[in-house]
Every structure is written in C-alpha cells, then in structure tokens.
C-alpha cells in the first residue's frame, strides 16, 4: 500500500459489507481486495466488517462497521467527486445511487460539465457526478 496520501474511509451502522458490495457492482474499475470482520473481542459486532479495503474507479478506500448507537452522524458537507468522461457510466452510476437515494441537485448543465449531479445513496453516502461536455 503507498503510504503518504489520503484515503476516504467510510462508516456505516452494520451495513458496510453490503454498501462495498453495491459500490463494486455500480462503479467501473471496481474491486474488493479483503474484508476483515470483527471476532468475539467486539461481541456487539461480530460478523460486522472490521475493514473493507477495497477500489472504486482504481482508487482505494477503506470501510468498516459502527454499531447503530456508535455511528457518526452523516453529512453532505463531504463528498465524493467523480468526473465521467463516458456518458453512459455516468447515466449507470447515477441511476443506481439514485434508485435508493436522495437526490439533491440534477443531472444538469453547469459551466464546464453538460451533467452534474450531487446524490446521497442509501447508505448515506454523497456523491459528486460529472461529464465534461466534448471539445467541439
């Protein structure tokens, strides 16, 4: 693993197994690398994900489970920027974090990008669409 850089690290309430298998299934160049799940030294988690390590669009992230009293509260305050330079992986991704999800701007035109989009998942996650309209 290359060290020095930041890597988004995701928290969910006992739902981080599912959520990572959804971001793999719905992103492109998308991979787990391992789950590692909680034992009998976290009896209110055991079978929870410890850590997910896992890639989206080839970068690496990192998740793990909270109990639902644990949890920290989310926010769109942060989010996760996409830029799709193929409009049918953009169409794909958004309908798929929609379809679930709250949906808090677009798809629209803006400046430089012919879609832009800002959707929470279902897991609570917010993220940042894009398509860069072509040179013509």
Same mark, same amino acid.
Request: cysteine-free; proline content about 6%; charged content about 20%.
């Given at each position: 693993?290359?060290?020095?850089?930041?890597?988004?690290?995701?928290?969910?309430?006992?739902?981080?197994?599912?959520?990572?298998?959804?971001?793999?299934?719905?992103?492109?160049?998308?991979?787990?690398?391992?789950?590692?799940?909680?034992?009998?030294?976290?009896?209110?988690?055991?079978?929870? %994900?410890?850590?997910? +390590?896992?890639?989206?669009?080839? =970068?690496? &992230?990192? *998740? /793990?489970?909270?109990?639902?009293?644990?949890?920290?509260?989310?926010?769109?305050?942060?989010?996760?920027? %996409?830029?799709?330079? +193929?409009?049918?992986?953009?169409? =794909?991704? &958004?309908? *798929? /974090?929609?379809?679930?999800?709250?949906?808090?701007?677009?798809?629209?035109?803006?400046?430089?990008?012919?879609?832009?989009?800002?959707?929470?998942?279902?897991?609570?996650?917010?993220?940042?669409?894009?398509?860069?309209?072509?040179?013509?």
């Amino acid at each position: 693993m290359e060290q020095d850089r930041p890597i988004t690290f995701f928290s969910f309430p006992g739902t981080a197994e599912e959520a990572v298998n959804f971001y793999i299934e719905t992103f492109p160049n998308s991979h787990l690398n391992q789950f590692t799940y909680y034992g009998h030294d976290a009896p209110d988690l055991i079978g929870k %994900v410890l850590n997910a +390590d896992f890639t989206i669009l080839g =970068q690496p &992230f990192y *998740a /793990l489970d909270f109990t639902e009293d644990q949890i920290p509260p989310s926010s769109w305050q942060s989010s996760q920027y %996409v830029e799709f330079s +193929d409009i049918k992986e953009f169409d =794909q991704v &958004f309908n *798929a /974090l929609a379809e679930k999800g709250e949906v808090l701007m677009g798809p629209e035109a803006v400046m430089q990008f012919d879609k832009a989009t800002w959707v929470t998942d279902h897991y609570g996650i917010t993220w940042q669409l894009v398509h860069r309209k072509s040179a013509q």
